[in-house]
Structure formats: C-alpha cells, structure tokens
C-alpha cells in the first residue's frame, strides 16, 4: 500500500495553519513523494574505510566536500542563543545575547565537537557542495555480531591496539578520547550510572580507568567519522591488552545499545547468518505511533539495532504510522510560493519554519552534529546577537539603558532561579584522570569491586579496605576517588541560592541611582513570597522582584517595557507565561545546555526528518493513519500483543508499541488506551504543562530591514502608555516582541514575527487580517524612513488547534513533581513512550526528541535480546607464563625458594609433550598424596565498619527512602533504589554520633586483628608446605627420571596419574 504524497500542506487541509499566497511556478518546485515501499539498491555499493580524517570512498572524493574529524574553523559562540525547542528550546545562556537574556544558565568548559566541519567564518553560512549527502552502504560483513555470538568471538585474533593510531603519542590520544566523550555527552573520567549498575558486582575498582580509556577510544573512532558505523573488531582494537577485550566487548555493546555510537543516517552492515533448519520464525514487530524526529529516530535506531544484533535469517520489522500527511512533526517547514530565488543551493527551495527552527549549538553532546553535518551534511547557518530593539513608536534603546536594565532582569531572574529544587547528585566510580589524560593505565589488581569501593566512599572508609589479591604498585598508580561530593536527602531546597550582594548594590554596579531612603545593604526580600504556596509559580516571585526594585529605583515606563520584553523572550523560551511555571523546576534541565554558535537550516529544517526517514534506506512510514486507539500488554500480562487502532479502520499489530506523540495529546485524551494509563503514569501527563509558541511569515519583495542581522526586537505597551504595574504588561508583551531575518534560509526577503505567553493563545483566536494588519502597522512604524509595503504572502500559525499536537512544547508547572519527565518516560508494559516531554535533560528541543527515541530504542531491544551478558571474571588474571608448575603458596617466599619451585621440567630432545605433562601429573600426584592438599589462604571477616552498619540498618533505611519516594512521586507504590538507600546509608553513617559507630570501628578492629594473625599462621603453614614440597619433588625426581620413566596406560590416559 503506498500512502499519499507528504510535500506542503495545502492550507485547506489543516485549519490551524493559515496561508495567503499567490502560487507562482518555481523551477524546484516538485512533489517530495514518500512510500512505504523499501527502494531496491540498484548497483554495488561502493567500500568505504576508517581514516583519521573521514570516509574515504573507493571513488576519490572532491576536494570541496567536508569531512568528519577535521578542525573546526568556525569560532564559539561567548553569549550563545537561549535554548529553544519548537524554535530552539527553553532559555540558556548568557545574558549579554539575544535569547541569552531569558535566564542565566551554567556552561561547559569548551571541547572539540566532531563531525564534518565548517571552513566559513562566523556568522557565513555553512554551504557544502550539492551532491547529494547520502551516507554510502558498506558492504555486509560478519563484524557485528549478536550478543550470543559475541561469546564465541576468538578474541586471540583480535589484535590489541589495532584502531589506536601508532603515530599518535599517549597523551595525543588521550586528549582526543576524552574530547570525543564530552562530544557523546559522557563524563570521560566517570562510569554513567547505567554503566556503573551493570558493571559494579564485577569490574574492579582499579580497572576503572582501563574501560574508561576503552569506552572513549570507541567513542573517538565514532565521533572522528560518524558516516561509517564502528565495527566490534575496532572497537576490541582500542584495548591494549589481550585482558580488556572483555571490557571493550561490554563498552562496544553498551555504546551501541544506548546510541552513544551507530546511530543517524548510517549503514549498519548485515552480518551473514546461516540459515536455520526448521519453520522460519516471524521476527518482531515493532509500532512506532508518529512520524516526529522522536519517532523517527526511534525507528531508525531500532532497524540498526536489529541488523547489529541479527543472529537469525528472520527479518525484525518496524513501521512508523503517522496521522498527517506529512512526516516531521513540530518539524515542519512550509513552501513559500510567491518568489523564485537563485540564492540557495541547487535543489533547496525557500521554505519558513512553522515550527522548530533553531540549532542549540553543535558542541558538547548535541547528537544533531553527527546527524546534520557529519552524515547528511546539510547548509546551515550560523547565529549571532540581537542588533537593536526598538520601542512602541520606532526609537532605539539606547545601549546603555538596554545594559541596564538587562542587569536588573538578569538579577531578578537569578534570584528567582535560586530557589530550584536540588536534585540528589548520585557520584560514580571515576578512574585516574591524569592516567585518562595522557593516555595511560594500570594493569594492577587488588580484588575490590567497584561495589565494595563506592560503599565505602560514600561511608568515608575506604582507608579501611583490604585488598583481596596481593599487588604490588608503581608510583603513583592507584584507584582516582576523586572529590567526595556529599549528597544530600532532602526533597526540596527552598531558599534561594542568589548572589548574596544586596540588590541596591547590584543596581549600583550597574549604573542605576538609588531612591530616597535606600542605601547600598538594602536587597530584595522574596523569601515570603516564595513559601507563600508549596506550588509558588516562578511569575509570583519575579513580579514582586520588579515591584521592589520599582520602588527601590527610578524606573520609567520605557525601563519597564524593556523589563517585559525579557519577560517575553523568557516565554518564548518556556512556551508558556511564568505564572505557570514552577519556582523550584522551571529549569530543572539546567547545566545540560550544549554549546557552540546557534544555527539554523538553510533550506527548511524538515530535512533532518526526511533524512532520518529516507537515509541509508527508506523506513516503513504509513501516513494518513490517524490513531484512535493503542491496545497494549501490562508487565502482568507479558505475551500479550499490542493493537494500534485508526479512524479509518484499519488496524496494526506488533509486539511492541512506542507512543511518541505530543504531551498535548495525552493530555487531551486523543488516544484511547486499553487499559488505561496507570495512575502514576496519567498523573505525570497531567502535572506537567505543554505551552504555546506561535509565528506570523511574512514575505516581501524587497528587503527594508538590515539584512546582515538575524533578529531584531520590538517593545510592546500596555493598554495605558504610562503604566508602571507590572500585571498590566502580560498580555501584549510577548506579540511580534522578535523578528528573525530569514533571508540566509530561505532565499527570499522574510520576517518571521513572534507571538509567546498569553499572545500566543491570542492569536489562536484572531483572524489572519488582524494578525497581519497589525503586525504591518508596528512595522511601519519602526521602520518610518523606509517604505513598508504590504507582504506578498502570509503564513500563521495556529498550533493549539492543531488536532496532532494540541500546542508547541512542554515545560515544567507549577505544582509538577522533580521526576515527572521520567516518570513520562518509563514503559508501562510493552507500551513505551517518547518525545520531548519524556528527555528530563534536554525537554523541549529537537535533539531532546531524538535522545527519547534513542532511549525508547534501548528499551526495546533490552526487552527483545534481554540485558547485556557480562562474562566472569569480566577481567580475567595474567597468565602464568611458566604452566609446568602450579604457582606457590602464599604471598610471600624469598627468592631462592620461588627460583626452585618455578623451575620448569627440561624438555629433552624429541620427547613427547604428552608424555612430560602426564609425568609433572604424576609428579604432584605423588606430592599430594605425601604432604596432602595445599593450605588455601582464610576468608576475611567484615573490615570495613560501614558494612557492619549497613547490615544492622539496611531495612530501617529503604522504609524510610520507600516513605520519601512515595510523597516525592505521588505514586503509593514507589520504592527507593538501591542506590538512593546506600546514598542515605552513607549519610546516615557520616552523621551517626561517636558512640553509635564506635562499637562497628572496634568490632572492624578485632576482626582486623584476627584477620592479621590468620593470615600469619597460613604464611607459616604455607612457607612450610612449599619447602616439603620442594623436598617431597626433589626426592621423586631423583627417584623417577623422565629419560627413564614409563606411564601406565591407565594414567597416561588420566593425564599421567601413577597406580
């Protein structure tokens, strides 16, 4: 079956999008016609190799086409754009930029983000050549191997060190491995929780830093060249010794389930599988409920997964069923049809962004670089600061009172932040950083677990832990505990965490002049306001800031225009009115904001969905299905099948079903659910808030503005001019407060005009005349000295009405719980869940959308192939080069007697290897039957207090956590991780009194004692056992020559045992 055409919508078609335009024929205007029909790969696919510097195709390359790994030319972005979702995503940055004005967030220290690489300067838009940037299938290969055969992977054919570069130095390659991490948003120097879950009953401590250095050694092969999936034998190839290649399997495979690597427009090559005898088994049948970058990127994740992981010649399946005619979502660029341009790249046509439009810096993580430079390569351009803003009647502020008031704003905001709720810092095990730097590691081995080692971290006892095995270190090499960063139970921090300077002061700084009666300590108290309600809304404590600071200073009219048209950038970052948004979690996403300079497009943004959905192969999307009804099997009800149902009848069945449709639909109940939703799970849909962003297009003839800026600002007035109350600004704040100049993107001469808060809900109730009249006039009167003609064509937006999204993008309201974002997240059953609203650490962005699908992939997959197989021992011992003789007893012997013992039998000319291993069996045979079995060394009693107290208190604790996380979660059924109780353990241990831990130090003591004098009498017993055996193996030899000596058949076939 073969669904309709998905190109521009047709302004009948969707009410919510509202069109006026004369329809002039373009040279590239041409039907983008999708099928569900896979395409057939016509011709050979052309090889491709692994390089330093990128893909190098079997055809030489042009010299012009960007390759990954490459060194950025572009500078980075000092005051980055506010974050922004549907446009960008919600404010971050610094408060000196455009959008950066909305809320001051933390950013990263500067690293190198990877993938194909720009050459233009700042602020030129990136244009790379017109051929096409489709990633080129390698050839199908054996290399990927499904967990099951990974087990009987040779792993002495694969050779250590093949994929680190020879002429690199250690330090060289370090630096690169921890560089490409921070770029697949991992802590190079810290296991990720999940990691630590999965590894801490077997990973050694100080084996840290080796997977550390091997999980970044795989990264850099990925990040380096992302349009050439890693192979499992380059990824065992960043090991360094035959003993990690456990680890490096276990890296490779995480990695890959949890799309660090191998994910986008990538081929994933087929590994050949023998067919199997007997009835061919269906493979799984996975349902992805929309077509949004969420979806679509969880579909193309899970089709790489399913070839990763092939070990069967059935054929997994995946379909995408979305309701419009379109793919793409809150992705949706729309064709401008009354002018042709030649100023775009050949095969590109002027297309306005209906939706999401901006970029949120390539650096630090953003998995969109991989995907938009790295594989499809697409032109993009790259952002700077807001210009000018201009007041109601077409003057511009002035800079200095722009920078002042800035600075008030910025101060009321910080403030108002300060009371964020803290989140519970959950520490993992860390390796060496300097060893991690230089590219270095230690081989060591003292037996502790990484369990055993962060139990007592967090207990502050790691002085007293005794190692298992005897080692002997080199200078300096050890185990990195890093810094002990205390965690904290409380559910909530309510007082603000703002600069302590006084406000007046702060003022002060900033060039203002004091009223009569304040002086320089006076500050602001916002404190009351803000435990006013256990549910206080951000708006609350900010408008009291600007009323305090109004009496506290002399402010004008203009002065608070130009406070609101902050208020307005904060709304458009949040999509919503800060009367709605929560005072302690309005930014709970702080501190993940990626970096470098914001871009968007050029071209239309819907390229990065049609090339998810297109590249390397076209997945399975069913448009025009409008889903009424998913049917879904709880975790009681496990061999139950998923049911999608549509308005047209038709019906989808799979084993698995990820919902990836808006917040806004959930909460409108536009899906039906069989059963429902549980209550924990309808309880977060409700809690969180899903805002409004809406746009006015307007396209002209001739461009009457600074085309070398990309924004410029507009302050609004209340309904009196002369007003000073803070409540009378919200409602015309936020309408056409920003224009984006569009002309680098789309070709053509187009203002993008703004409508945040309550002007968003405004517009969904205005005619399109209105919308447009009005924003003519205030044009007009900004720009008087030019001629302002009336547009060519006009696009608005209306996406409340929009019957697939129900709005623009989440935020986090008043009243919302910390967990609610992953509480959106979990599965219920075989009924998973992606989107925006569902990635706690990136909510309300595109790339957030992408990270969701990814995440609901790894679900899948876990629950189709079960978990990661760890193998035991995960880091198996040195050989023993000498195997002639068992290694001696005890830790330690003088030299003499290790020199005698390990002496290997000589081997005379021509004899039989058999025979001399029958002969050292008899040899010890008769050793053990003289002197018995060796003394094996004593088990250890608890010698670490912590553990004592964790015994006795366990129980006691996790009631308590259960307690904690049921009131935190609102869910009756809520239990407390194991981890969220050994955190409060550890707390529970540092802060017990003297006389509750003494009794656990002194019984850690005795057992100490008696420990020690255990292990004394085994090295006595042992040193004595090793001497006899030396004499008892001496006595025999001399008794039993092997030139001489003859095996019965009996013992030569029990290994040489003598009768």
Known sequence: MVPSPFAGIHPSQHPFLHQNAPVVPSRNDRPEIMTSVKSEITEPPLKRLRTETGAIDSIALSSSIPRAGLPRQHGRAKNSLQDHVFEGSQSNGDSSGILSRAVSRSLHTSATSTSVSSSLEPGKSSTPPSTPATSIPTPPTTSNLSDVE???????????????????????????????????????????ENEQELLQDSLCHMHVTVYLNIRNGILRLWTRNPMVSVSREEALGCAKDYRWMNLATFAYDWLARHGYINFGCVEIPIPVVPPRRGRRKDGPVILVVGAGV???????????????????????????????????????????????????????RPKAEMGAQIIIGFDRGNPLDQIIRGQLALHHHFLHDL???????????????????????????????????????????????DMINSGRETTVDDGITVR????????????????????????????????????????????SEADDAPAALTAQTAGWRLNSGFVTSDSLELDQVAHASDAQNLGAVMDEGVNQYREMLPLTPKDMRLLNWHFANLEYSFAANPEKLSLT???????????????????????????????????????????TKISYGTNDQNNRKATVYCADGERFVGDHVVYTGSLGTLQHRTVEFDPPLPEWKQSAVDRLGFGLLNKVVLVFDEPFWDVERDFFGLLRTPENLESMKQEDYANNRGRFYLFWNCIRTTGLPVLVGLMAGDAAYQAEQSTDAEIVTEVTTQLRNVFKHATVPDPLETVVTRWASDPFTRGSYSFVAAGAHPDDYETMARPVGNLHFAGEATCGTHPATVHGAYLSGLRAAAEIIEATLGPIQIPLPLVPDKPIINGATPPTVGAESDTSKRSVSATPLSLPKGADKNRLKAYEQAMWTAIYAELGPAPTPPTKSARNPFLLYQKDFWVKCKEQCDDARRVASGNPSAKASRDDVRAALGLMWRNAPQEQRQPYIEQVGANRKANENALERFKSVAAEWNQRSLEVKAKWCAENPIETWQASSDSAALGGQVT
């Open 452 to 495: 055993q080692w962060e139990e007592a971290r967090a207990a502050g006892t790691t002085d007293l832990l005794v190692p298992t095995k005897h080692i002997r270190r080199r200078r300096g090499v050890g185990h990195n505990t890093g810094g002990q960063v205390s965690t904290s139970l409380s559910e909530r921090g309510i007082e």
């Open 150 to 192: 990974s087990k009987k992977l040779d792993l002495p054919k694969c050779r250590p060190r093949s994929s680190i570069p020879s002429k690199l130095t250690p330090a060289v390659y370090g630096q690169q491995c921890v560089a490409a991490a921070y770029a697949s948003r991992l802590d190079p120097y810290a296991l990720h």
């Open 585 to 627: 979690l309005a930014d709970q996403d702080s501190g993940n904001e990626f970096e470098g300079l914001h871009s968007m497009v050029v071209g239309g943004y819907n390229q990065l969905p049609y090339g998810l959905y297109s590249v390397p192969d076209k997945l399975e999307v069913r448009t025009n299905r409008t889903v």
């Open 387 to 433: 210009s000018t803003i201009y007041d109601h009647d077409g003057s511009p502020v002035p800079n200095n009172q722009d920078e002042m008031v800035s600075k008030l704003y910025q101060d009321i905001s910080e403030r108002a932040f300060g009371y964020r709720y803290e989140k519970l810092v959950r520490q993992t095990a860390e390796g060496d950083r």
């Open 294 to 348: 969420g979806g679509l990127g969880c579909a193309r994740q899970l089709q790489g997964l399913f070839k990763h992981y092939r070990d069967s010649d059935t054929e997994p399946r995946v379909v995408v069923i979305e309701g419009r005619p379109r793919i793409g979502g809150r992705v949706h660029s729309h064709p401008l049809r009354s002018l042709q341009t030649d100023s775009l790249p050949t095969g590109l």
